[in-house]
T-cell receptor, first 109, second 116 residues
Framework: AQRVTQPEKLLSVFKGAPVELKCNYS??????LFWYVQYSRQRLQLLLR??SRESIKGFTADLNKGETSFHLKKPFAQEEDSAMYYC???????????FGGGTRLMVKP | DGGITQSPKYLFRKEGQNVTLSCEQN?????MYWYRQDPGQGLRLIYY???????QKGDIAEGYSVSREKKESFPLTVTSAQKNPTAFYLC???????????????FGAGSRLTVL
């Protein structure tokens, strides 16, 4: 069975501080990981995926297979980054996406 | 505001009643999904459909039913057998199952169901 764990339900940082949202997964196959974000009064949307290896809105995430982690990082948080963030794991068949419990990021001025 | 349309936005139901939540997409996506969102539990997959006239159970399918008679429509029925139906329900779609577009989900705005 595949499982995604986001240990922090709430993360509060000041503007300009670094931020790291943790995500750990368990999966016996070759994982494909995603970060989805939901800003206030907006729909849930894809932020980034590990196979793209891109930085979106200053966020990056590296897949660490040894530690089974896919932490989301940003060196300098902005107030507009405040949102709910979900880590997600896809199975090999690509037909099932399992989400973590989510972390609410609050960036204080 | 194209993409995925869910209706109704809010729904109240008495215990023992079945209710159906609508999900329509105009993205020409093959795959569609229903998730349940509860505080602190993230999103849990109820059902998914990879193609018309085919659907599969997700992690929490008990008490729910779906149909996929048309590519653009994937309605969810919450039956009286669902023991704790009060929740926020999200519909999503993706271009295809497998391949580079898989799991790049487009979400609807959601439907909030409250059982009185």
């Amino acid at each position: 069975a595949q499982r995604v764990t986001q240990p922090e339900k709430l993360l509060s940082v000041f503007k300009g501080a670094p931020v790291e949202l943790k995500c750990n997964y368990s999966y016996s196959g070759s994982p494909e990981l995603f970060w989805y974000v939901q800003y206030s009064r907006q729909r849930l949307q894809l932020l980034l995926r590990h196979i793209s290896r891109e930085s979106i809105k200053g966020f990056t995430a590296d897949l660490n297979k040894g530690e089974t982690s896919f932490h989301l990082k940003k060196p300098f948080a902005q107030e507009e980054d405040s949102a709910m963030y979900y880590c997600a794991l896809s199975n090999n068949a690509g037909n099932m996406l399992t989400f973590g419990g989510g972390t609410r990021l609050m960036v204080k001025p | 505001d194209g993409g995925i349309t869910q209706s109704p936005k809010y729904l109240f139901r008495k215990e023992g009643q079945n209710v159906t939540l609508s999900c329509e997409q105009n993205l020409n996506h093959d795959a569609m999904y229903w998730y349940r969102q509860d505080p602190g539990q993230g999103l849990r997959l109820i059902y998914y459909s990879q193609i018309v006239n085919d659907f599969q159970k997700g992690d929490i399918a008990e008490g729910y039913s779906v149909s996929r008679e048309k590519k653009e429509s994937f309605p969810l029925t919450v039956t009286s057998a669902q023991k704790n139906p009060t929740a926020f329900y999200l519909c999503a779609s993706s271009p295809q199952v497998g391949g580079s577009g898989a799991n790049v989900l487009t979400f609807g705005a959601g439907s909030r169901l409250t059982v009185l």
